[in-house]
C-alpha cells in the first residue's frame, strides 16, 4: 500500500511539472511597450523651410512663406509584418512655434517596423467637438486660433506667406477645413527599430510640392485666397497634392 501512495504521490507531481513546462513553452513573449517619440521635418524644394526667408516659387517668383500649421490624426506606426500600433490621436505641427504641441509622442511594442501613417485634418469625432473644453496644452484648444466656430469647425491646415509678382508684394492666405477635405491613409514608408528606452523616427515635408500639379496652376498672387468655401478649387487641388509631398 506504501508503495502505491509513493508511485501515486510521484505520479501527480510529475504530472504538474509537465503541466508547468508545458505552459511556460506555449506562453508567448509579450513584446513591451517603449516610448516612440514622431517628428517632421519642413523644406521648401529640398531646402530647408525658415519662415520669412526668400525662396523661389513655383511660378519663378520670389517668395516667403509666414505660417505653416496643420492637423495630423490617427497617428500609427506600421510593422514589418504588417500590423498597426496606434501612436496618437491628434497632432498640431506649427512651424512657427515647434514646442510639445507638435511633439507625436505614444508608446508601442517593441519591434521592427517599416512605415508612418496618418490622416490629414481632423478626424469627424474630434470636429464636432468643443475646442473651448480643452486645456491650453491640447492641440484642439481654441487657443491655437485653429477654429472657425461661424462655419466649418477646426481648420485643418493654414499657409500664409506673400510673394512677389510686377514689382509689388502680394499675400496669399490658404486655409482648409470642413470634413470632405479630410485626407485618411497617408503613408511614408520609414525602417526603424523599437528597443528598449524607444526611439525618435522623423518624416519629411516639402511644401514646395504642394504648390506644383501639372493639371492644376497654384497662382499665388492671382489666386491664392481661400477660407475654403470660398474658394474651393485652391483648396481641393491644395489638400489632395498635400498627401503626397510627404516622404
Request: aromatic share 10%; no cysteine.
Given at each position: 500500500m506504501k508503495n502505491g501512495i509513493t508511485y501515486l504521490i510521484g505520479l501527480i507531481i510529475s504530472v504538474n511539472l509537465l503541466f508547468f513546462v508545458g505552459c511556460t513553452e506555449d506562453t508567448p513573449n509579450t513584446p513591451s511597450n517603449e516610448p516612440i517619440t514622431v517628428s517632421v521635418n519642413h523644406f521648401f524644394n529640398g531646402q530647408e523651410l525658415i519662415l520669412n526667408k526668400i525662396f523661389q516659387g513655383p511660378q519663378g517668383r520670389d517668395m516667403w512663406i509666414t505660417k505653416k500649421k496643420y492637423?495630423?490624426?490617427?497617428?500609427?506606426?506600421?510593422?514589418?509584418?504588417?500590423?498597426?500600433?496606434?501612436?496618437?490621436?491628434?497632432?498640431?505641427?506649427?512651424?512657427?512655434?515647434?514646442?510639445?504641441?507638435?511633439?507625436?509622442?505614444?508608446?508601442?511594442?517593441?519591434?521592427?517596423?517599416?512605415?508612418?501613417?496618418?490622416?490629414?485634418?481632423?478626424?469627424?469625432?474630434?470636429?464636432?467637438?468643443?475646442?473651448?473644453?480643452?486645456?491650453?496644452?491640447?492641440?484642439?484648444?481654441?487657443?491655437?486660433?485653429?477654429?472657425?466656430?461661424?462655419?466649418?469647425?477646426?481648420?485643418?491646415?493654414?499657409?500664409?506667406?506673400?510673394?512677389?509678382?510686377?514689382?509689388?508684394?502680394?499675400?496669399?492666405?490658404?486655409?482648409?477645413?470642413?470634413?470632405?477635405?479630410?485626407?485618411?491613409?497617408?503613408?511614408?514608408?520609414?525602417?526603424?527599430?523599437?528597443?528598449?528606452?524607444?526611439?525618435?523616427?522623423?518624416?519629411?515635408?516639402?511644401i514646395y510640392h504642394i504648390l506644383t500639379n501639372p493639371n492644376y496652376t497654384f497662382d499665388l498672387s492671382e489666386n491664392g485666397q481661400s477660407h475654403t468655401v470660398d474658394n474651393l478649387d485652391l483648396v481641393v487641388n491644395y489638400m489632395d497634392n498635400f498627401t503626397t509631398a510627404f516622404y
Open positions: 492637423y495630423l490624426s490617427n497617428i500609427t506606426a506600421i510593422s514589418s509584418s504588417g500590423e498597426k500600433k496606434f501612436i496618437k490621436d491628434i497632432a498640431l505641427i506649427d512651424v512657427e512655434n515647434p514646442s510639445s504641441l507638435s511633439a507625436i509622442v505614444g508608446e508601442i511594442p517593441a519591434g521592427n517596423y517599416s512605415a508612418i501613417s496618418f490622416d490629414l485634418g481632423v478626424r469627424e469625432d474630434l470636429n464636432l467637438k468643443d475646442p473651448a473644453t480643452y486645456s491650453i496644452e491640447h492641440p484642439l484648444s481654441i487657443t491655437n486660433n485653429m477654429y472657425w466656430t461661424w462655419s466649418t469647425q477646426y481648420i485643418f491646415s493654414k499657409l500664409e506667406g506673400h510673394e512677389i509678382y510686377n514689382n509689388d508684394t502680394t499675400s496669399f492666405v490658404i486655409h482648409t477645413g470642413t470634413q470632405s477635405l479630410y485626407r485618411p491613409g497617408i503613408i511614408v514608408a520609414r525602417p526603424f527599430t523599437i528597443a528598449t528606452g524607444g526611439t525618435e523616427v522623423s518624416i519629411n515635408l516639402d
